[in-house]
């Protein structure tokens, strides 16, 4: 018997401030470096470190899907935010890698979580999932409607990537990061400022042609690969550069900081070049951008909230400190978010 039906009274309450109040992460034990990736496809360690940043990247057992690492991060989040699985009313799963399409991959991780009062949904915005689903999450707590938002980013891009397109599968890997939303505590101002958009015209750049009912899977569209992820790099790359920069920009505007107040830069972890491009049109020093690419590879919609948990852990970002997010994705999409720590 769950509580989904919980009434939502909405009293005239003004507006109040969200923060992320815990914070989560897995990634999967097995590690797939460059060497390795030159036994399967003609690449090199030095093309792809210097092309790209990437070192190596996890990838998930056979037996490990999305929601078994959403979970997992969803787990350690809950716990440090001090909260019971029950308390959560909201679960907003960022993925381009549901288990299946449908149900949604949230109600698989509302139950092994036990979040058994929790509305949950997938949201599909490619790598700026994440951070779309924390600006949603902020309207339900903003408005009173919720008061415990799960928001979870994780991917199991290995199951999409074709293994023998040296374009692409040097690029991804798998992971998971979680946050738990609450109204800010008092004193506090957690999200300063959001931005997010898309264009539709951009759709073939970057995308999995077949798996929906636009091209259902059938024998022939297995042998051409069609299920698997097709990206026009450079045009990404081009895009990518001029779209995070502006809605950046936009933010921060918003928020009323300058660069040089921001602490922290967490971008998309896509490419090393790409988020050298921005953090120098932005004008903020090397040493103010947390990375993780190296290790990981581009975890799309999980990229953030990895980089984000790490960070925390490590007492690298501590209280009062202003970070600046930001992402694109396929889409294409773009969102970025201000707050204080
Ligand atoms: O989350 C969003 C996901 N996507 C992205 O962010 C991708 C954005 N784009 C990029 O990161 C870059 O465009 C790539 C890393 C994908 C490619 O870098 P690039 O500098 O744009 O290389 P390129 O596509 O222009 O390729 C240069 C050469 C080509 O050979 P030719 O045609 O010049 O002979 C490629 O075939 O490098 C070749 N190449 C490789 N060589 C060795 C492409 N992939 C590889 C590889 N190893 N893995």
């Known amino acids: 018997m769950t509580n989904n039906n919980r009434p939502h009274p909405r009293p005239a309450h003004p ?31 030095e093309w792809i470190l210097s092309r790209t940043g990437i070192s190596q990247r996890r990838i998930a057992a056979d037996n490990e899907f999305t929601s078994d690492m959403a979970a997992a991060a969803a787990r350690i989040a809950i716990k440090n935010a001090g909260i019971a ?48 689903g924390m600006i949603i999450a902020e309207q339900f707590i903003a408005s009173h409607m919720h008061e415990t938002v799960l928001v979870i980013g994780a991917e199991k891009l290995s199951s999409i990537v074709n293994w023998e397109d040296r374009n692409t599968c040097v690029l991804f890997g798998d992971g998971a990061g979680a946050v738990i939303m609450q109204a800010a505590p008092e004193g506090k101002h957690g999200i300063l400022a959001s931005d997010m958009g898309a264009d539709g015209a951009q759709t073939d750049i970057l995308h999995m042609p077949a798996g929906g009912c636009r091209m259902p899977v059938t024998a022939d569209v297995l042998a051409q690969k069609q299920n698997t992820i097709h990206m026009s790099g450079k045009e990404v790359y081009r895009y990518a550069v001029g779209a995070m920069n502006a809605s950046a920009e936009r933010s921060l505007q918003l928020s009323g900081l300058t660069t040089d107040q921001l602490q922290w830069v967490i971008p998309h972890q896509a490419n090393l070049r790409i988020i050298n491009s921005v953090r120098e049109r932005l004008g903020v020093e090397e040493g103010r951008v947390i990375l993780n690419l190296n290790r990981y590879g581009n975890t799309s919609a999980a990229c953030i909230p990895i980089a984000l948990h790490e960070n925390c852990q490590s007492g690298k970002i501590k209280p009062g400190d202003h970070i600046l997010m930001v992402a694109f994705g396929g889409g294409l999409t773009w969102a970025s978010i201000v707050l204080e720590w």
């Open 85 to 132: 699985p029950d308390d959560i009313d909201l679960v907003i799963l960022a993925t381009s890698t549901p288990d299946t399409i449908f149900p949604s991959t949230a109600c698989r991780i509302q139950h092994a979580i036990g979040a058994t009062g929790a509305a949950s949904f997938d949201l599909q915005a490619a790598c700026s999932g994440f951070l779309y």
């Open 15 to 45: 507006r109040r401030n969200v923060a992320i109040v815990g914070t989560g992460s897995y990634l999967p034990e097995r590690i797939l470096s460059n060497a390795d990736l030159e036994k399967m496809v003609d690449t090199t360690d």
